[in-house]
């Protein structure tokens, strides 16, 4: 969409804030965002959604709870592709989790992935704006399975077919039937590694909090899980890294492995 780089159509509060910054455009990450990288500021595009607007509103409750970007404008504009959202934040240091000199010392980006995972769980969830729970998120998952948007040829593929599930409205009753017991806290709700910026070794920044709210700790524990062994296996296009395990993530953070809570939110996750 060509108007996404084009400053002379940003909504005015977002153009004058941004200027003639040069700027790159990211390429990391599955979203259908376009994010735009200046040297000091993110601008992040994409069509008005729940998710969207959920990023404002976690973004805006976190300020000074995590450390997040700072919101610097907000605004929607109809297109001629529809509704977008024009979020306006501070670009902050460090590179994501997934980056060579993070993934060749397994010992310290797992510990740092343990203290930000803990971080999240302390912080005191009074007044957060979003419930993400198992009743929001299969509510969620049956209306994207009803809609026809769950993208099997994106999903792991041992999930569907020959010894999986025949196709996402056995993988929706399974989840229904198969829910676990919840311990609510603060979730990032898709913690993989380029989410997570660190700089000297010490965690920067959390970012892309689209899917954030009150949810169970293992949310974000099976998805972190899942992104390090991915990135480990170098499955993205990476060169792959020695030594990480299964459990490598677990040891960092003291406890025990639960495969089962593991499965059942990785599964979950494919729904999305």
């Known amino acids: 969409m060509p108007f996404y780089t084009d400053p002379a159509r940003f909504p005015l509060s977002v153009r004058t804030l941004w200027g003639n910054r040069p700027c790159q455009t990211d390429t990391v990450g599955m979203s259908d965002s376009a994010v735009l990288l200046a040297e000091d500021m993110v601008l992040k595009i994409e069509a008005l959604s729940p998710e969207s607007e959920n990023e404002y509103r976690i973004l805006n409750w976190l300020q000074g709870r995590l450390p997040v ?22 670009r902050i240091g460090g590179v994501m989790a997934c980056h060579r000199t993070m993934m060749t010392r397994p010992a310290v980006v797992t510990s740092l992935l343990a203290e930000a995972l803990r971080q999240m769980w302390e912080l005191d969830t009074t007044g957060c704006p979003t419930v993400h729970t198992l009743d929001q998120k299969l509510a969620l998952a049956a209306a994207r399975v009803e809609g026809g948007l769950v993208d099997v040829e994106d999903c792991n593929p041992a999930t569907f077919g ?3 599930f025949r196709d996402p409205v056995h993988l929706l009753q399974w989840l229904e039937d198969n829910r676990p ?5 603060f979730s990032h709700g898709d913690f993989c590694l380029p989410n997570l910026l660190l700089e000297n070794d010490r965690i920067r920044g959390y970012i892309d909090l689209g899917r954030a709210g009150l949810a169970d700790r293992w949310q974000d524990i099976a998805l972190c899980w899942r992104s390090l062994g991915s990135n480990a296996r170098g499955e993205y296009g990476g060169p792959g890294y020695a030594g990480f395990g299964d459990t490598s993530l677990f040891d960092a953070l003291g406890l025990a492995p639960d495969w089962d ?4 939110y990785v599964l979950l996750d494919e729904l999305f």
Do not use: F, H, N
């Open 261 to 264: 809570m593991v499965r059942y």
């Open 69 to 90: 970007p700072e919101l610097y404008a907000r605004e929607t504009a109809d297109t001629e592709s529809g509704v977008l959202q024009y979020l306006l934040m501070e």
């Open 162 to 164: 020959k010894g999986g």
């Open 181 to 185: 017991p919840e311990e609510p806290v």
